[in-house]
């Protein structure tokens, strides 16, 4: 306890540089926070993607179709439970920076290939009984105050429709919340038959199928089984687990992790100077204090344990108030107003936070503790 | 008034000179300006990068005629037919070998990205000889050009940077066919660079598309004959496509891009800069307490406040500047030219571009350093200049 009241009253000696101290370790933690959500935001699809799903799609590219037929092909193969088929509409709700995914699929395939799609019977049944009607995710919905019965028209920027319009109507009719927090809720499903007897061409031609296998084990196996059944066709594929898949995208976009862990290092980099500077600070202005604790009969030990007690008390109180801040910034929405597919701290990250400031506390605070902790006596009084 | 300067530069001379006494802190809040100008200038460097390649991708007076409703060329589709109309439209401009307009079929392929072996979308451009005219810009610098009707392939010197298996010599597969690479090319930095050319006549047999392009490219006679040229395409009733000049249409291809970085690198800027704030304040409050004997001492002399405050504002200033001198010098270093690629998010398909640390960002950070270094310096220098004088000197 007494330890405890030491540490404070040396903290409350100078407490504008000790709260400008706090406040710049508070705002390392917040950029801490708020870009783990950002990584987070391109790594979720991976982490859950489901280990027992493989993605199959042309092997040129994933802008070439795929016939329609090679479902059941594929069910066929040794190894697979189901298969099931998705296309890129790549639509426009109102203007270009609404960006989301609109899939059409078959709807009691989704269900079962995705049971991290939480959908109510009621709007199931409500999906199987139109053929115009959508599936929105609750992420999406809530971006653009969607309510099950609103009409969507989106533009179509690749498939035309027979009667000449771009332009399709959709009934929202059914929304799923995801299963879990990773969960994607900002696609946008609609009816496979409505697509397919709507569209101008390309009728019968899908754009990739995703593929449950019986056990993960198998997956590299199967996969190549499914290569091999299209090999030599006019239409060959390339099948890959959904985590690889979901991974190869994301870095397409860029080395997200290496940039982030780029600019966190920096900051934490600056942090530390300020920090330990700090920390020297305190130390040097009160040599003389530290000496008439240690003539009254504290250890050397416990002189380096009040300073570095001091660091700690610092950095864990900046770096909780940070990291609640950037809790409460995260959770007001992502920073390209929905264009993420989730965004928030992940647990690990807030563990990770705080194994952080243990180990600034300790880089800040260790050399002028060994500082005090050496400091003799009879020398520090007479300075 | 001469007095007045003859005190600001007195004080200020005294207070430089007491710098290397305090070197400690100084460093401390030196480098940690530094550090906020790099990030920002680095992180806005990911942005200026892209936006150079459009920008160097544009000709003055080049137009791109897609179909109305295509967002970009991916997804455009154009018959035979509409080529013809739109090269034989008013306001494009002639040479020997006719109309200047280039129709062109746009696709990806997939083939690994060198950084991470997973693969990436590269668009693989078909194109005829008007290609070379339209654009103007494009040389062979390594091997020689394809060879027109035969299935070979030129690729960008981004490309073949950034993705795997683009050396002169290698094949690229394309579905059941191999093609060979017999060729570099540069186009002055734009986004040509990223792609892979083949003759459209191949492309156009290879991917069955008949005798449809998806986009042309025209030269225009002069930037202001686009009106006219447009007017005739979209007033023609055979006709349902949208022309646009090659600076729009560039520029919004990368709106995304360059919109996210920048928000997101901004956004960082003002959260570090504001830890650097503080960094900075607790410097310029400890130096100002270490030295308030000798500040009370200067008043009591006769020196005024006015000129106490400009020393410590003077300090603070000529840290952040060498601060921001340092970090926008490591950011340029370690940044400008960098190549990378990313995802074009409007085709869907991969560009390469380098990191670009501009004289304009380079400006900037040191602004920002300064901005820094007057906020951070303001405060203590006011109250540097107020302490009461016989209490200073009592004091400590």
Redesign the interface.
């Given at each position: 306890m007494k330890y405890l009241y030491l540490i404070f009253s040396g903290l409350k000696r100078k407490k504008l540089r000790t709260g400008l101290t706090v406040l710049s370790i508070m705002v390392a933690f917040i950029l801490f926070g708020y870009l783990a959500a950002i990584r987070q935001a391109f790594d979720a699809g991976v982490e859950v993607a489901g280990a027992d799903r493989l993605i199959v799609r042309h092997k040129v590219s994933i802008i070439q179709l795929l016939p329609q037929s090679y479902e059941s092909r594929i069910e066929g193969i040794e190894g697979v439970d189901n298969a099931t088929h998705a296309t890129w509409f790549g639509g426009v709700y109102q203007e270009p920076k609404n960006f989301f995914a609109q899939i059409p699929s078959v709807p009691e395939e989704l269900f079962d290939m995705y049971p991290e799609f939480v959908i109510s019977d009621e709007h199931k049944a409500a999906w199987l009984a139109n053929r115009s009607g959508a599936l929105a995710g609750r992420g999406l919905a809530d971006r653009f105050g969607w309510k099950v019965g609103d009409r969507i028209p989106i533009n179509a920027t690749i498939w035309g429709k027979k009667d000449g319009g771009r332009t399709w109507e959709f009934d929202l009719v059914a929304i799923y919340d995801g299963a879990e927090k990773g969960t994607d809720t900002s696609q946008f499903f609609f009816r496979y038959d409505f697509f397919d007897e709507t569209r101008a061409n390309g009728t019968g031609l899908v754009g990739w199928y995703t593929v449950r296998i019986s056990n993960p084990d198998n997956a590299a196996e199967v996969a190549a089984a499914i290569d091999a059944e299209f090999a030599n066709s006019a239409k060959e594929t390339k099948t890959e687990p959904e985590g690889a898949f979901i991974q190869g995208f994301a870095n397409q976009i860029g080395n997200i992790g290496f940039i982030i862990m780029s600019i966190m290092s920096a900051v934490f980099f600056t942090i530390l100077l300020v920090s330990g500077n700090t920390m020297a600070y305190t130390v040097r202005e009160r040599t003389s204090e530290l000496a008439v604790l240690k003539a009254i009969g504290f250890t050397d030990r416990s002189v380096l344990g009040l300073v570095l007690g001091e660091s700690l008390a610092l950095t864990l109180t900046g770096g909780c108030i940070g990291m609640s801040i950037a809790w409460l910034l995260v959770s007001a929405g992502d920073p390209t107003n929905g264009s993420f597919p989730v965004f928030y701290i992940p647990t690990r990250s807030l563990f990770l936070g705080f194994a952080l400031i243990a180990v600034m506390s300790f880089v800040a605070g260790i050399i002028p503790a060994l500082q005090a902790q050496r400091l003799q006596i009879a020398d520090a009084m007479r300075r | 008034m001469f007095n007045w300067f003859s005190q600001v530069f007195a004080v200020t001379l005294f207070s430089m000179r007491s710098l290397p006494q305090r070197k400690?802190?100084s460093a401390?809040?030196l480098?940690?300006i530094a550090?906020?100008v790099?990030?920002m200038v680095?992180?806005l460097s990911i942005a200026q990068g892209v936006l150079k390649t459009m920008e160097s991708s544009a000709g003055d007076a080049n137009a791109i005629v897609l179909r109305t409703?295509?967002?970009s060329e991916?997804?455009s589709g154009l018959a035979g037919e509409d080529v013809r109309i739109i090269a034989e439209a008013p306001g494009v401009a002639r040479d020997a070998a006719g109309a200047q307009a280039s129709p062109e079929l746009f696709?990806?392929?997939?083939l690994p990205?060198r950084?991470?072996g997973?693969?990436?979308?590269v668009p693989l451009r078909g194109v005829q000889a008007q290609a070379m005219v339209v654009r103007g810009n494009v040389k062979i610098t390594q091997g020689r050009m394809f060879e027109w009707g035969l299935n070979e392939v030129v690729v960008g010197v981004g490309a073949r940077q950034q993705f795997a298996g683009l050396e002169i010599g290698s094949l690229i597969?394309?579905?059941?066919e191999q093609w060979p690479v017999v060729g570099v090319f540069e186009a002055n930095g734009g986004l040509a660079e990223s792609e892979i050319w083949v003759d459209a006549s191949v492309l156009q047999s290879s991917y069955r598309r008949g005798n449809s392009y998806q986009a042309v490219y025209v030269k225009l006679d002069s930037p202001e004959a686009f009106d006219e040229f447009k007017d005739s395409l979209t007033s023609d009733p055979r006709l349902n496509v949208k022309p646009m000049r090659e600076s729009e249409y560039y520029a919004a291809q990368s709106t995304?891009v360059y919109n996210?970085i920048t928000?997101?690198g901004s956004?960082?800027a003002v959260?570090?800069g504001?830890?650097?704030v503080?960094?900075a304040?607790?410097?310029m409050?400890?130096a100002v307490s270490g030295r308030t004997r000798e500040i009370a001492t200067l008043r009591a002399l006769g020196f005024r406040s006015g000129p106490v405050i400009i020393s410590v504002l003077s300090e603070s200033l000529l840290l952040a500047f060498i601060g921001g001198l340092l970090g926008a010098g490591l950011a340029w270093l370690a940044f400008d030219g960098f190549r990378?690629?990313?995802?074009n998010?409007?085709s869907?398909s991969?560009i390469t571009f380098s990191f670009d640390v501009n004289a304009t960002l380079l400006t900037q950070g040191i602004i920002l350093a300064m901005a820094i270094g007057l906020v951070g310096g303001l405060l203590p220098a006011i109250h540097a200049a107020r302490q009461p004088v016989a209490q200073a000197l009592r004091g400590l």
């Amino acid at each position: 306890m007494k330890y405890l009241y030491l540490i404070f009253s040396g903290l409350k000696r100078k407490k504008l540089r000790t709260g400008l101290t706090v406040l710049s370790i508070m705002v390392a933690f917040i950029l801490f926070g708020y870009l783990a959500a950002i990584r987070q935001a391109f790594d979720a699809g991976v982490e859950v993607a489901g280990a027992d799903r493989l993605i199959v799609r042309h092997k040129v590219s994933i802008i070439q179709l795929l016939p329609q037929s090679y479902e059941s092909r594929i069910e066929g193969i040794e190894g697979v439970d189901n298969a099931t088929h998705a296309t890129w509409f790549g639509g426009v709700y109102q203007e270009p920076k609404n960006f989301f995914a609109q899939i059409p699929s078959v709807p009691e395939e989704l269900f079962d290939m995705y049971p991290e799609f939480v959908i109510s019977d009621e709007h199931k049944a409500a999906w199987l009984a139109n053929r115009s009607g959508a599936l929105a995710g609750r992420g999406l919905a809530d971006r653009f105050g969607w309510k099950v019965g609103d009409r969507i028209p989106i533009n179509a920027t690749i498939w035309g429709k027979k009667d000449g319009g771009r332009t399709w109507e959709f009934d929202l009719v059914a929304i799923y919340d995801g299963a879990e927090k990773g969960t994607d809720t900002s696609q946008f499903f609609f009816r496979y038959d409505f697509f397919d007897e709507t569209r101008a061409n390309g009728t019968g031609l899908v754009g990739w199928y995703t593929v449950r296998i019986s056990n993960p084990d198998n997956a590299a196996e199967v996969a190549a089984a499914i290569d091999a059944e299209f090999a030599n066709s006019a239409k060959e594929t390339k099948t890959e687990p959904e985590g690889a898949f979901i991974q190869g995208f994301a870095n397409q976009i860029g080395n997200i992790g290496f940039i982030i862990m780029s600019i966190m290092s920096a900051v934490f980099f600056t942090i530390l100077l300020v920090s330990g500077n700090t920390m020297a600070y305190t130390v040097r202005e009160r040599t003389s204090e530290l000496a008439v604790l240690k003539a009254i009969g504290f250890t050397d030990r416990s002189v380096l344990g009040l300073v570095l007690g001091e660091s700690l008390a610092l950095t864990l109180t900046g770096g909780c108030i940070g990291m609640s801040i950037a809790w409460l910034l995260v959770s007001a929405g992502d920073p390209t107003n929905g264009s993420f597919p989730v965004f928030y701290i992940p647990t690990r990250s807030l563990f990770l936070g705080f194994a952080l400031i243990a180990v600034m506390s300790f880089v800040a605070g260790i050399i002028p503790a060994l500082q005090a902790q050496r400091l003799q006596i009879a020398d520090a009084m007479r300075r | 008034m001469f007095n007045w300067f003859s005190q600001v530069f007195a004080v200020t001379l005294f207070s430089m000179r007491s710098l290397p006494q305090r070197k400690g802190s100084s460093a401390a809040a030196l480098l940690g300006i530094a550090g906020v100008v790099a990030v920002m200038v680095g992180v806005l460097s990911i942005a200026q990068g892209v936006l150079k390649t459009m920008e160097s991708s544009a000709g003055d007076a080049n137009a791109i005629v897609l179909r109305t409703g295509a967002d970009s060329e991916m997804t455009s589709g154009l018959a035979g037919e509409d080529v013809r109309i739109i090269a034989e439209a008013p306001g494009v401009a002639r040479d020997a070998a006719g109309a200047q307009a280039s129709p062109e079929l746009f696709v990806i392929i997939n083939l690994p990205m060198r950084s991470t072996g997973t693969d990436a979308n590269v668009p693989l451009r078909g194109v005829q000889a008007q290609a070379m005219v339209v654009r103007g810009n494009v040389k062979i610098t390594q091997g020689r050009m394809f060879e027109w009707g035969l299935n070979e392939v030129v690729v960008g010197v981004g490309a073949r940077q950034q993705f795997a298996g683009l050396e002169i010599g290698s094949l690229i597969e394309v579905g059941q066919e191999q093609w060979p690479v017999v060729g570099v090319f540069e186009a002055n930095g734009g986004l040509a660079e990223s792609e892979i050319w083949v003759d459209a006549s191949v492309l156009q047999s290879s991917y069955r598309r008949g005798n449809s392009y998806q986009a042309v490219y025209v030269k225009l006679d002069s930037p202001e004959a686009f009106d006219e040229f447009k007017d005739s395409l979209t007033s023609d009733p055979r006709l349902n496509v949208k022309p646009m000049r090659e600076s729009e249409y560039y520029a919004a291809q990368s709106t995304t891009v360059y919109n996210m970085i920048t928000g997101l690198g901004s956004l960082i800027a003002v959260i570090m800069g504001l830890g650097a704030v503080f960094g900075a304040l607790n410097t310029m409050y400890t130096a100002v307490s270490g030295r308030t004997r000798e500040i009370a001492t200067l008043r009591a002399l006769g020196f005024r406040s006015g000129p106490v405050i400009i020393s410590v504002l003077s300090e603070s200033l000529l840290l952040a500047f060498i601060g921001g001198l340092l970090g926008a010098g490591l950011a340029w270093l370690a940044f400008d030219g960098f190549r990378a690629a990313t995802l074009n998010w409007s085709s869907f398909s991969a560009i390469t571009f380098s990191f670009d640390v501009n004289a304009t960002l380079l400006t900037q950070g040191i602004i920002l350093a300064m901005a820094i270094g007057l906020v951070g310096g303001l405060l203590p220098a006011i109250h540097a200049a107020r302490q009461p004088v016989a209490q200073a000197l009592r004091g400590l």
